[in-house]
C-alpha cells in the first residue's frame, strides 16, 4: 500500500492522477496559442508598414505622413513658408513628425492589443 501523507492532502504518492495530464494539455494549448498569437502579430506588423498615418503643424503648413512601423514617408511643406526662418520651419517638422509618430505607435498599439487580447483572454485562470 502506498504511504500517504497529510502535506500532500492525504493523496497516494505512487498512484497517478489526471491532473498531470491536464496540465500537458493545458501546456500544449498554451503554447500553440503563443504560436499563433506571435504569427498574427507578425502578420499585423508586415500590414502595418502600408498603413499611413499623417500630422500636420503651424496650421497646415507643415505635413508629414508616417507608416505605423515608425518611418516618417514624406515631408510636404506648404509655399507659405518661403518667409519663415529655418528655426521656424525646423520645430514645425519636428512638431508634425512626432505626432505623426505618436499616432502610428497608438493605432500599432490598439491592433496589437486586439491580438493579445483574442489569445490571452482564452487562456484559464491559473489561481489568480
Excluded at 79 to 84: A, C, G, K, M
Excluded at 91 to 103: F, H
Amino acid at each position: 500500500m502506498a504511504k500517504k501523507m497529510k502535506s500532500l492532502g492525504g493523496r497516494s504518492l505512487s498512484k497517478k492522477t489526471g491532473s498531470k495530464t491536464d496540465m500537458n494539455k493545458m501546456l500544449q494549448e498554451a503554447q500553440r496559442a503563443q504560436v499563433e498569437m506571435q504569427e498574427e502579430l507578425d502578420k499585423l506588423d508586415e500590414e502595418l508598414s502600408n498603413v499611413e498615418v499623417e500630422a500636420t503643424a503651424g496650421g497646415g503648413v507643415v505635413k508629414v505622413v508616417a507608416t505605423c512601423d515608425m518611418r516618417i514617408k514624406d515631408i510636404v511643406i506648404s509655399e507659405e513658408v518661403e518667409d519663415e526662418d529655418i528655426d521656424t520651419l525646423k520645430d514645425l517638422i519636428i512638431a508634425a513628425s512626432n505626432e505623426a509618430i505618436e499616432k502610428a505607435s497608438k493605432l500599432k498599439e490598439e491592433k496589437t492589443n486586439e491580438i493579445s487580447q483574442k489569445f490571452l483572454g482564452t487562456l484559464p485562470n491559473f489561481g489568480a
